[in-house]
């Protein structure tokens, strides 16, 4: 089946510690993007990327890192810098029809 | 910047009809997107309007009008599987490809 994979669902990492979420897609889109979503607030863009090698800073990218090696890889670092980890993350790409965004299942990460 | 607004919360009752407004001021339009999300996981794509008017999709209908900078989600035959968060998101310029712009989400309560 084709979809996006986000693992792992849950991830516990102590304060201090970078941590990658992982984020794969088999539907040969080109772009993807990687949103945070805190309780009760909408999509916050952090990073996207159009094609492989290349990507653009969101609204909030500070604390963050990503890298585009593959079409279908978008992993994203949450480094040490990042003040408030704590967070929903989704990752989600684009086809090419009217542009609507499909959404991976997500990552709850926690650090305390 | 850009500024998408949509009331927080709403309430209905089953069987009812509900719409979700939502305003947007961006600087273009290229597009404006609904999600449903329920709690804790991904949003799904809903609709899509582009041009003016109204677009339906079974029980649901989503409106535009890009000169007011208004779109509304109808929602009809309300059941209780429709409690979720609805996402509305604009896309304001670009190809296909083009970031969204999402506001923060309303959370409908649907009362048997």
């Known amino acids: 089946d084709g979809g996006i994979t986000q693992s792992p669902k849950y991830l516990f990492r102590k304060e201090g510690q970078n941590v990658t979420l992982s984020c794969e897609q088999n539907l040969n889109h080109d772009a993807m993007y990687w949103y945070r979503q805190d309780p009760g607030q909408g999509l916050r863009l952090i990073y996207y990327?159009?094609?492989?090698?290349?990507?653009q800073k969101g609204d909030i990218a500070e604390g963050y890192s990503v890298s585009r090696e593959k079409k279908e890889s978008f992993p994203l670092t949450v480094t040490s810098a990042q003040k408030n980890p704590t967070a929903f993350y989704l990752c989600a790409s684009i086809g090419t029809s009217l542009g609507e965004q499909y959404f991976g299942p997500g990552t709850r990460l926690t650090v305390t | 910047g850009q500024n998408i607004d949509q009331p927080t919360e709403m309430t209905a009752t089953e069987g009812a009809i509900v719409q979700i407004n939502c305003t947007y001021q961006t600087s273009g339009f290229n597009g404006l997107f609904w999600y449903q999300q329920h709690a804790g996981e991904a949003p799904t794509f809903l609709s899509y309007n582009v041009l003016d008017g109204l677009e339906e999709k079974g029980r649901f209908s989503s409106f535009l009008s890009r000169s007011k900078g208004y779109s509304y989600l109808l929602l009809k035959e309300l059941q209780m599987k429709d409690s979720a968060s609805y996402l509305c998101a604009v896309r304001d310029r670009g190809s296909t490809l083009g970031r969204l712009y999402f506001g923060r989400g309303t959370q409908l309560t649907v009362w048997p």
């Open positions: 990327s159009q094609i492989v090698n290349d990507f």
